[in-house]
């Protein structure tokens, strides 16, 4: 089978990695893919925003399977594009079509439908720039700290929590009139803060099955003890050491299953991964977000702990038969620390050359923003390497990626030394 991966991050590097390990993966095509994707397949120079290149891309080199890594083709509708088109309808797409993908689109459109399933969440409310006063109400009926969301898609950094009154006041007028996060906050969510530990769930469904991915924890922050600015995320474990066999059970029978009936009754077409980013409040789950596709760096430690061909499951998901597919989860711990460029998340600097890649021992290094120019791997966005290990536990698997990163290089270069701190 010929299999396009659209995105060009850890993510895609990561499905890249697995999927090259298959027998039935024929030709892999990543578009446009980085420094990492080529050991695995060929890279294809084109947005995958843009559909019509897409298309193009699928009838050249005879694509099979098309994989969505990130959101925003999701949520601009590639799956109904190719649903559509006559020359397309029969190539599967993993990953929802527009409406469903609006569980991640609009943070009001995912309330509003947890709140309709009787899926636990935070109570919130959305407000416009009509609605401003009212917004200031509702802030005064909260305690701190204070949530604040633009509804619409801003790269993961459209989420503010605030322990001032006055500031957050100020903070959602600006989000909403001064347009902070452009179109993204034209409508602006906001929530009770729920107190607890987060961690990930990961579902893939068919339509009609579902089978329940290896869970994970990120963290987003960019200094260690969780402190300083949100990012994409600076590393991850998996699996989560507090997420027993009873907390499990309950996210099974009160959210993955409230979820994907939902979809169902909804009429929403819903065929590729389900994120559930969930929070643990007094030993009972509570969604905080979904997304409509693997998270990143989550995808660097919950892939790597399938054992099964993914592109075997995947086929099965297509073919909506997960019902007769037998995973296999592999009983280590997966961790993985991200290295990323010296100023981050904020202004820094491309096209610093990486050293060191060549040295590495017992653990796979994910390229997440990479670009391989005159045979010399350069950094190219914020987030630049994963590294990932395997071990009996999440500290042993750390302790062998942090003795990984001693040997890598590359000017400014910076990671958290933390990971897994609080578990």
């Keep these: 089978m010929n299999i396009l991966i659209l995105g060009s991050g850890g993510r895609e590097c990561t499905l890249a990695w697995k999927f090259a390990q298959s027998e039935n993966c024929g030709n892999l095509f990543i578009a446009p ?15 995958p925003n843009n559909f019509e290149e897409v298309k193009t891309a699928v009838k050249d080199y005879d694509i099979q399977m098309v994989v ?30 527009k409406m469903a993908a609006q569980l991640e689109g609009s943070k009001e459109f995912a309330k509003e439908f947890m709140y309709r399933h009787q899926i636990p969440t935070a109570k919130y409310q959305s407000f416009t720039t009509a609605s401003l006063q009212d917004g200031y109400v509702f802030l005064e ?82 200094g260690e003890g969780d402190k300083g600015l949100n990012t994409g995320g600076m590393g991850a474990v998996s699996p989560v050491p507090f997420a027993d066999k009873e907390f499990l059970t309950k996210v099974e029978e009160r959210i993955i299953i409230p979820t994907i009936e939902g979809l169902k009754k909804d009429g929403y077409s819903y065929v590729g991964f389900i994120f559930i980013g969930l929070i643990r409040v007094n030993n009972e789950p509570y969604v905080i977000e979904y997304n409509v596709r693997m998270g990143d760096p989550e995808t660097e430690v919950v892939i790597p702990r399938i054992k099964s061909d993914l592109v075997g499951l995947l086929d099965a998901t297509a073919k909506q038969q997960l019902d007769s597919f037998e995973l296999e989860i592999d009983e280590r711990s997966a961790a993985t620390v991200m290295m990323v460029s010296g100023g981050y998340p904020e202004a820094y600097e491309k096209d610093k050359e990486i050293s060191g890649l060549e040295a590495i021992e017992d653990s796979i290094v994910f390229h997440a923003g990479t670009k391989l120019v005159d045979n010399k791997v350069l950094t190219s966005g914020g987030r630049v390497l994963a590294v ?32 897994g701190f609080d578990l």
């Design 33 to 47: 893919g980085n420094a990492g994707t080529l050991d695995y397949g060929r890279n294809l120079q084109l947005n």
């Design 68 to 97: 969505v890594g990130p959101e925003d083709p999701l949520v601009l509708g590639i799956h109904d594009f190719f649903i559509e088109d006559p020359d397309l309808k029969e190539i599967p797409v993993i990953g929802p079509r």
């Design 141 to 222: 009926s909260l305690n701190p700290p204070y949530v604040l969301k633009a509804d619409g898609l801003a790269a993961g950094k459209g989420v503010l929590i605030l322990n001032d009154l006055a500031e957050a006041k100020i903070e959602f007028r600006e989000m909403l009139v001064g347009q902070k996060f452009g179109a993204a906050s034209a409508k602006v969510v906001i929530e009770e803060f729920l107190d607890g530990i987060e961690m990930s769930s990961f579902v893939l469904t068919d339509g009609k099955n579902y089978v329940i991915l290896p869970n994970a924890k990120d963290y987003k922050r960019i």
């Design 388 to 419: 990932t290990s395997y071990g009996k536990d999440f500290n042993h698997a750390l302790k062998t990626s942090y003795g990984n990163i001693e040997k890598i290089k590359f000017d400014k270069m910076n990671f958290r030394k933390d990971i």
